[in-house]
């Protein structure tokens, strides 16, 4: 299957257009004229999507005794006050806390590491390389329950048990991001890199300088993946975290679900507060998923 | 290199590593130490400045009643410190306990459930109290309710002491009951009752049952059965537990109250194992519930409800489902500053403050005579029945290492006789038989 | 992995110059391949592939994690090859796979087409497609079970004012898988939307344009220029869902308990039932490591099938 040559650079301008409708100009002028039939799939489909979100706002607004109805009525009053309940009745904050540095850690390890791991498994041929992806694939085929003893063995042998940085050291690289950037950085032109290494550039330099520019929306899926993997760990933290201090939001509010009781307003409106960071940097992140203009004029 | 090259060498490393620790960690046979049970300790006197870690599922208001009595013992400056600490609840606590003893730093006390004291006793870190108990008469080993000693009692070895009592009673509606005409359960109400009066409670076209099973056919669905079959006067193995005594007339009568009432009249809500009965419950849709202390509390204020003991068939027999403290061997030391608050936290009057706390069932009989006692009846009317069925308690569940699988069976066979694809003296005869050839296995 | 070492000849130097310049050119390869991923290497060997290989010893045991291990040999896999319950759960989980990674897959790529695009409250509607991914498993759960409950649900409410009766769903030992791959779709999906979104990102509009200028239609510039191109994000989604559904246990744990009837037994339900529930450690061991075998197997085929259809652009 041919596949269709790029052009040289700089013989086409930037259009401007991020969809498919290319025929003309009339068919840009024509969406204009009125909404497009897309929204006709995507508004049941996000609404859908969003319905368990909207059922946890809901939720988190009842009194305990509207949560224990079913099937479930939507509250009479709004129970403003369960946030601040659930943010007051717990050590919340800490939590929130203890969660953003391991999160935060966590990403910036996997960019950089998960980067230097994938550009090297796609572009460079060094001996092992075949094996040394598989063996970093080989490590998803395992449940955690099943390694989970010997991981806290080894953890205890860093003397890390019960400290944040248990949550963080294990979690620096995920095969996942090393997989994901390995693929997309091989769906990359090859040749401006060489062009690069010709002019002398370092690997490490053209890395840097020419291909993580344009891989600006994987790496800010990886970034985002890890980030919600991290935030919302929670057998891990479980085994290795003790100390009520060193807990991570999901062990925090395990804690408003009891064995036979559950206080689903205090729980929901704990877990939206705590989901709301993430949401927000998921929100801000799509600017790199939109492509952007500078960048198509260096593209093949 | 080519793939297959790749695979080999993949292959040929993992064997080399796994090749290498079989050798070195190969053949390792520690066999359980068993804590000598009978022969005296010499623990030291209760000090040393150190923390007993105590590790809990509790939330809500058990947990806030559980801070403030640790705070109030640490207040009373015993030489050591007492630190409760949520460790997940649910199976997350067994999952917990079993990595930390694995993973070497377990902790002194631990909450766990009934379900785990057989396998639990195997463990050469799990201290038999009973020659603590002996040694200190003051703690009145007797004064426990005879369930909750058959449930921390394994081979003669007392492993926990208990943390909370339950048994099930029947929760009734009282406003639904009026609708329909039907005369509230007595204390001397049969099966034959408790069927009819379901029968009439039941309402397909308004959706309304009369009584809820819970049928995710694990422990949950399992106990329940068993109140049956005991009622019925049978049993689940024989006498020294190494045959099944189900498939007996009293095992397949029990079924056939199921199969009657699920399939026949159709006449039970069947909860999923989400707790989703007790908001239909509250939601006025069900009538009856065998259920415990433990759900009262989340019964809405504007359901008028009665709590009665169970139906008789040959008796009126229920069971008791005992969560217990295990007391995990860290030294001497620890031990004797674990048994120490132990001894605190279940004295009676101590007890029956936190029972009044949290409305949990009193622990030992003793605490039924206390002054304070009234005071608790009034906070929580509903116990009254609680504890007096406790009375009809007489049997529990075998406390054998493979419990677990025989429930699981039994719980498959529940199942399949509500879901009404099983004949119920078909579902008990293989039950009957899986549980033999799992006895055969062993553990 | 490509072969830019081809690329970099220079016109006119000897071959001989040519040749140990290309051996300094593949030793520095060397070099720099493991200076990139040793640091990667390092953390995935300690903590990823030594507990997977410390376990192999508890697979050769028989263990209740409580009174030590006793040496057992084989005797583990040779039961397992003879128990008709893991034969059972491998059959569920294969059939789970099996509809669960298409069908996220084709969803998944017609919402991103369908996000991928200038239209007004477009940042909404990636939200919102996103939002399941971030709703903890206990809000899903708790949503599902009511939405599908054979009583009250919303469900089955709309299906009896169809003219349908009520279907059991979770309840139903042959419906019960099926709501389960429901559920698991409904809640991968946004996962899967944005890494395809990320890929179409990354498809230069040249060439949609070019095509489009040739005179080819839109559907054809979907399959001839585009689908070809998010080859190796459909490959890499293909693994990844692969190995991830394979061994699918969180939705089963707060839903279905490999219920009912063992309707959703799959595999690492199984195992994680014979670990805490009956404290068979070994045999739970064994488990894993046969559908570690498994998972290995399919891995390494999908990539080989990979190779020869998918292709990069280098």
């Known amino acids: ?45 996000s609404l859908l999507m969003a319905f368990p979100f909207i059922w946890m706002v809901v939720t988190s607004v009842s009194t ?97 048990v019960d400290t944040l940085g248990a949550l963080i050291v294990p979690n620096l690289v995920t095969p996942f991001g090393i997989f994901l950037l390995r693929q997309f950085f091989k769906t990359l032109p090859v040749e401006i890199e060489e ?93 790199w998923f939109v492509q952007s203009l500078a960048s198509s004029g260096i593209k093949g | 290199m080519s793939a297959r090259r790749s695979l080999i060498l993949v292959v040929a490393v993992l064997v080399a ?219 689940l193995l024989n006498a020294d537990n190494t045959k099944s005594a189900l498939d007996s007339p009293a095992g397949i009568k029990a079924m056939q109250l199921l199969y009657d009432m699920s399939v026949t009249d159709k006449s039970v809500y069947l909860d999923k194992g989400d707790g989703s009965y007790l908001n239909v419950f509250n939601s006025g849709k069900i009538a009856m519930l065998w259920t415990g202390p433990w759900d009262i ?29 295990v007391v995990l061997d860290n030294g001497p030391q620890q031990v004797a500053n674990a048994w120490a608050f132990i001894q605190w936290f279940c004295s009676p009057e101590v007890h029956l403050a936190y029972a009044t706390a949290t409305g949990h069932l009193p622990i030992r009989k003793s605490e039924t005579e206390l002054p304070a006692y009234k005071a608790y009846l009034a906070k929580y009317p509903a116990d009254e029945v609680f504890v007096a069925n406790l009375d009809n308690v007489t049997k529990a569940r075998p406390n054998i290492p493979t419990y677990p699988k025989i429930s699981a069976a039994l719980g498959q066979a529940v199942q399949s006789v509500l879901l009404g694809r099983a004949q119920p003296e078909q579902a008990i005869q293989a039950a009957s038989q899986q549980i033999d050839s799992i006895l055969a296995a062993g553990q | 992995m490509g072969a830019p070492g081809a690329g970099l000849d220079v016109v006119g130097e000897s071959s001989a110059r040519r040749a140990s310049r290309r051996e300094r050119l593949l030793a520095s390869e060397n070099l720099a391949g493991w200076a990139f991923t040793s640091p990667a290497m390092l953390l995935v060997a300690v903590f990823g592939l030594a507990p997977i290989i410390w376990s192999v010893v508890l697979s050769f045991q028989r263990n209740n994690l409580l009174s030590g291990g006793t040496w057992i040999g084989f005797k583990n896999y040779e039961r397992l090859m003879q128990d008709p319950l893991f034969a059972h759960s491998v059959r569920l989980t294969v059939l789970y ?56 649900g919303i469900v089955n409410y709309a299906l009896v004012k169809l003219g349908i009766p009520a279907q059991g769903f979770f309840q139903s030992p042959s419906q019960a898988l099926y709501a389960i791959v429901a559920m698991t779709v409904w809640g991968w999906l946004g996962f899967c939307v944005i890494i395809y979104l990320a890929a179409l990102q990354g498809i230069p509009k040249e060439l949609v344009e070019a095509a489009a200028i040739d005179g080819a ?9 585009e689908l070809p191109l998010l080859g190796p994000t459909t490959l890499f989604l293909v693994i990844y869902l692969s190995i991830n559904s394979l061994q699918l246990f969180d939705e089963i744990y707060v839903t279905t308990r490999g219920g009912p009837l063992n309707a959703t037994l799959v595999v690492v339900y199984y195992l994680y039932q014979q670990a805490f529930q009956f404290f068979e450690a070994g045999y739970a061991t064994a488990i894993a490591y046969v559908l570690f075998l498994g998972i290995l197997i399919l891995t390494i085929a999908q990539l080989l099938i990979g190779r020869r259809f998918v292709h990069y652009r280098s």
Request: aromatic content about 10%; proline content about 7%; glycine content about 6%.
């Open chain 1, 64 to 160: 305990r005794a509207e949560t224990r109805r079913f099937p479930p009525q939507l509250p009479h009053a709004i129970q403003w006050h369960t946030f601040v309940e659930a943010w007051t009745s717990a050590p919340f904050a800490q939590w929130l806390l203890n969660t953003t540095v391991v999160a935060v850690a966590s990403v910036v390890g996997n960019v950089v590491l998960c980067s230097l791991a994938g550009y090297a498994l796609a572009r460079l041929r060094f001996i092992g390389s075949n094996v040394a992806f598989l063996l970093i694939l080989a490590t998803l085929m395992v449940p955690f329950q099943v390694v989970m003893i010997p991981t806290l063995l080894i953890v205890r042998g860093f003397g890390l």
């Open chain 3, 217 to 225: 239609t839109r559907w054809r510039i979907f399959r001839r220029v």
């Open chain 2, 297 to 325: 509390s989340s019964i809405n204020a504007d359901v008028q409800y009665g709590v009665e003991i169970l139906p008789a068939d040959v008796s009126h027999a229920t069971i008791a489902g005992p969560d217990n403290y």
């Open chain 3, 97 to 152: 796979t099996a509809l669960f990674v298409p069908i996220s897959i084709a969803l998944a790529l017609l919402c991103a087409i369908a996000l991928n695009r200038k239209l007004r409250f477009i940042r909404l509607y990636r939200t919102a497609i996103f939002l399941p991914v971030v709703a903890s498993t206990v809000a899903e759960a708790i949503l599902f079970n009511w939405l599908l409950d054979p009583y009250f």
């Open chain 2, 17 to 235: 590593a796994a090749a290498g620790l079989l050798s070195a960690c190969g053949g390792s046979d520690e066999s359980a130490q068993p804590a000598g049970s009978g022969s005296p300790v010499a623990l030291p006197s209760p000090g040393g400045g150190g923390s007993v870690v105590l590790w809990h599922g509790y939330t809500d208001v058990e947990r806030a009643a559980t801070d403030v009595f640790v705070a109030r013992y640490n207040a009373t400056d015993p030489g050591f410190k007492v630190d409760a600490v949520f460790a997940g609840n649910n199976d997350y606590a067994l999952q917990k306990l079993l990595t930390a003893l694995a993973g070497g730093k377990a902790p002194d006390i631990a909450y766990q459930y009934g379900s785990s004291m057989a396998n639990l006793a195997t463990s050469p870190k799990v201290v038999d109290l009973s020659p603590i108990m002996a040694q200190t008469p003051s703690f009145d080993w007797n004064d426990f309710f005879p369930a909750e000693r058959l449930a921390t009692t394994v081979n003669g070895k007392v492993i926990g002491v208990p943390a909370l009592v339950d048994n099930l009673a029947l929760v009734y509606n009282k406003k639904l009951f009026d609708q329909a005409s039907v005369a509230y359960p007595t204390k001397d109400w049969t099966w034959t009752d408790f069927r009819d009066a379901a029968k009439k409670l039941t309402d397909s076209g308004a959706k309304q049952f009369g009584w809820a099973y819970v049928n995710d056919g694990s422990e949950d669905t399992v106990w329940r059965f068993l109140a049956l079959l005991w009622q019925a006067n049978g049993d």
């Open chain 1, 195 to 287: 062009a690069a290494r010709i002019d002398g550039a370092s690997r490490l330099g053209t890395l840097v300088k020419i291909v993580l520019p344009q891989m600006k929306a994987p790496l800010a899926t990886v970034a985002i993946m890890t980030l919600l993997w991290r935030w919302n760990d929670f057998l891990w933290p479980l085994i290795v975290i003790t100390s009520p201090d060193k807990m991570t939001l999901p062990l925090g509010l395990a804690t408003f679900q009891g064995a036979h009781s559950i206080n689903l307003p205090l729980l929901m409106a704990g877990t939206l507060m705590s989901q709301l960071p993430m949401l927000v940097v998921f929100v801000v992140a799509q600017r």
């Open chain 1, 1 to 45: 299957m041919r596949v269709v040559q790029p052009r040289p650079p700089a013989a086409l301008p930037p259009t401007g257009l991020t969809d498919l409708d290319l025929q003309s100009e009339v068919a840009v002028a024509a969406r204009h004229r009125g909404p497009s039939p897309w929204h006709l799939f995507l508004v049941p489909m």
